[in-house]
């Protein structure tokens, strides 16, 4: 199990209050170093000579997803010092752009690794599951998970790709940027209805993409049962037929039962179920090749170990005992 980061996406610092802050990702980073994980950067992190400026690559693989206007747009933003952007979810400082460049260079290094056959995760914000094609909201600005999505078609010729979606949120960009298509496939379980508003059982895409589409929406409290009902007798069956070549992992963990966010009542195990049946999925139907991405959680305390559980599962030795231990 392969990690990566960027120290970029540290350099984001919201008002005080907001729960999309720094520490989640240094919390993490510091629990994972201290569980044995080791954590790789890609070539690109903090280059000094360019101002953490993104990489030609990144810019591309970016490019595949949102509109040049609208990066030019938030370029702009950050260079006059707006204190927000689109949204009142979306405040911006200093380390905002490249915070959001950082994350892009972190998903695109373990995109790579998950095609050429590893299990990856990318420890990243902020996160993308929320950023439309031209919009951002919902904390965040790329849709880190689609420009994934695009890079793998794109650059490592991969044809048919599914996501995954546990985060207690639905991820209304990714749906509505794929909705579509019929080569990827998109899964979401959420709570419903909550933020923002999208993820009814009934959307399932358009024109050529109806049918890959899948939301599973579930009631404010649902617990461990009720989760794993839903991943294992709707999602992973539905992710089975569609036989995805890489299966891609928008990773919240506000479905908490802590989580201050969410109304959910998962439990740390609860996660890690739902986890290895995604890695049995994995390996049967991709080779292994599965690349999970960090979204939301927003319980300090807590987020570490779900995150560490989460990639123990995924590789394949998660046990209560060890949950973060690494390979």
Aim: aromatic share 8%.
């Amino acid at each position: 199990m392969r990690v990566f980061t960027d120290p970029r996406c540290l350099e984001h610092h919201p008002p005080p209050g907001l729960p999309e802050c720094s520490e989640r990702l240094s919390a993490i980073l510091e629990h994972l170093r201290a569980g044995g994980w080791h954590l790789e950067e890609p070539p690109s992190a903090g280059a000094s000579e360019r101002g953490g400026a993104p990489s030609e690559s990144a810019r591309r693989a970016v490019a595949a997803v949102h509109p040049d206007e609208y990066v030019e747009r938030f370029r702009r933003s950050s260079e006059r010092g707006d204190s927000l952007f689109d949204s009142a979810d979306n405040p911006m400082s200093p380390g905002t752009w490249p915070a959001a460049w950082g994350a892009v260079e972190a998903t695109l290094a373990a995109a790579d690794a998950a095609a050429a056959g590893a299990a990856a995760f990318a420890a990243i914000r902020p996160p993308g599951h929320h950023a439309e094609r031209d919009t951002a909201m919902g904390f965040c600005w790329f849709n880190n998970v689609a420009v994934a999505a695009e890079h793998l078609r794109r650059h490592h010729g991969v044809e048919r790709v599914a996501i995954f979606d546990f985060d207690v949120h639905h991820g209304n960009g990714t749906q509505h940027l794929f909705e579509a298509r019929a080569d990827v496939f998109y899964a979401s379980t959420h709570q419903f209805p909550f933020y923002p508003g999208t993820g009814a059982a009934g959307e399932r895409g358009v024109g050529a993409g109806e049918g890959a589409t899948l939301n599973v929406p579930l009631p404010a409290g649902t617990g461990d049962a009720g989760y794993r009902e839903a991943v294992a007798e709707r999602v992973i069956p539905a992710l089975d037929a569609f036989a995805p070549d890489v299966l891609l992992v928008s990773a919240g963990f506000d479905a908490w039962r802590g989580d201050p966010l969410g109304g959910m009542r998962v439990s740390e195990e609860g996660f890690a179920v739902w986890s290895r049946l995604l890695a049995d999925l994995a390996h049967r139907r991709c080779g292994g090749r599965v690349l999970s991405l960090l979204e939301g959680g927003y319980d300090l305390t807590a987020l570490p170990r779900l995150v560490a559980g989460h990639l123990a599962a995924l590789a394949g030795r998660f046990d209560s005992a060890a949950g973060s231990e690494a390979d």
